[in-house]
């Protein structure tokens, strides 16, 4: 195949990546804590053979996919009233037991299960200082403090982990469910509080993400232009040393 059309191959795949990252953002945009991606590429150099109108080595830039970026930004927080929303002002991730182990999360909508446990939507358990953190009737009313300390009649029950990691943006890995893992050591963040009744919503903004949306669609439809014009050309060639006498 031609060096050319390996190139632009490249870049619609590129394209094609990038579009399913916005695609997700925008999915996700009204989802609590969830953060903001981005696809991130390098320039792969190689030297390959000459094409048939080309003479010696030739050296060809690719498009490499690296991977994804994600932006940590705080996302605006939203007063929602409810006992259990619990939203993160500044760095850190709530624990929560899964049947996979621990896992991390910005979303902060939690609420009780039939044991009185404090469980996400999908019933896994916030995590306190000493593991799962059980509410009982004779509790009343829970009272969470900004460092993560819940107290009701009874006196203080338990206090909320918070963890960070020293690389949130590229270390971690996304497992769906707004769920991450990850293999670094749990650090405890500095200058974080937590806001009981509110809920941090996704740093994902429609607008700029259906902007570059647009922007990759115009990149795609022009690689692929160019990759039409290179085969028409080569076509042509092809019909007319055809009509050549012999």
Request: aromatic share 6%; no cysteine.
């Amino acid at each position: 195949m031609d060096n050319s059309l390996l190139v632009s191959l490249s870049q619609q795949l590129a394209a094609y990546r990038a579009m399913d990252v916005i695609a997700n953002n925008l999915a996700n945009a009204s989802t609590p804590g969830f953060k903001r991606e981005a696809a991130k590429f390098e320039e792969y150099i190689t030297s390959m053979r000459p094409a048939e109108d080309q003479t010696g080595t030739q050296t060809v830039s690719f498009v490499k996919d690296a991977g994804i970026v994600r932006d940590v930004s705080q996302g605006n927080i939203q007063r929602t009233g409810a006992m259990y929303d619990i939203a993160i002002s500044g760095k850190g991730y709530f624990a929560v037991q899964t049947p996979a182990g621990i896992r991390y999360t910005r979303d902060g909508h939690f609420g009780l299960d039939a044991n009185g446990q404090i469980v996400t939507t999908d019933g896994h358990a916030l995590q306190g200082d000493g593991g799962a953190i059980t509410i009982t009737p004779d509790d009343g009313d829970i009272v969470i403090a900004p460092d993560g300390t819940l107290s009701g009649k009874t006196g203080q029950l338990a206090k909320i982990r918070i963890v960070d990691f020293a690389d949130a943006a590229t270390g971690m890995t996304k497992e769906g469910g707004n769920l991450y893992s990850t293999d670094q050591a749990a650090i405890v963040p500095t200058a974080t509080s937590l806001r009981q009744g509110m809920l941090e919503s996704s740093n994902v903004q429609p607008v700029i993400e259906i902007s570059r949306m647009i922007e990759v669609m115009r990149s795609y439809e022009a690689t692929a232009t160019l990759s039409k014009s290179h085969e028409d050309l080569k076509r042509q060639a092809i019909e007319k040393l055809g009509r050549m006498p012999s």
